[in-house]
């Protein structure tokens, strides 16, 4: 369990983000399209898996406008936004604000993509949801960089997040 706040109250976490070094679990996500989006689908790809609770809250907007402005210079890596958020509003979003560098995968049927990578929030106000983080896999799904953001209101680490891709 992991300690994090939103809005300076402590929040829980079920679990403990993926170490540096340690091969991540495999996911199965569902994209907008409501198909299932595998680990296995992005074989040989660098990822950036931006984590957050919900499009519908300012910071987690511009975290994901923020990836695919990023993303459209990133050799061999793909970026995902991931949040619970059903997969029509997810699409919506993207649509609206022209994303087109990343791919929004929905963990709304996938429990155990929260509780794998640690970031289920498990009390607070936001309980259920999932809790901002950002995790880098490299080509053979090995994490080279990892950060659970402490204040969930806060913006990640996108500097060290690319430099971990460098």
């Known amino acids: 369990m ?10 829980h976490t079920y679990g403990h983000l993926p170490e540096v070094g340690s091969k991540a679990p495999c996911f199965a996500l569902t994209r907008s399209d409501l198909t299932e989006l595998r680990c296995h689908d992005l074989k ?3 990822l950036v898996l931006n984590i957050f609770p919900s499009l ?3 910071v987690c907007a511009t975290s994901v406008r923020k990836f695919n402005e990023l993303a459209a210079s990133l050799d061999n890596t793909t970026v995902l ?5 059903l997969p029509f509003a997810q699409s919506r979003f993207c649509t609206t604000e022209g994303i087109k560098n990343l791919i929004a995968a929905s963990a709304f049927r996938s429990p155990g993509f929260a509780k794998d990578y640690g970031v289920e929030m ?3 106000p936001l309980e259920g949801l999932l809790a901002r983080a950002v ?5 053979e799904r090995r994490v080279i960089y990892s950060e659970l953001v402490p204040e969930i209101t806060q913006e990640p680490d996108y500097e060290a997040a690319l430099k971990a891709l460098k």
Not at 81 to 85: L, V, Y
Not at 135 to 139: N, Q, T
């Open 44 to 46: 040989g790809r660098r």
């Open 122 to 124: 498990i009390d607070g």
């Open 81 to 85: 936004a991931i949040s619970k958020d």
């Open 56 to 58: 519908d809250t300012a």
């Open 2 to 11: 992991e300690t994090i706040k939103f809005k300076g109250t402590p929040v």
């Open 135 to 139: 995790i880098v896999l490299d080509e």
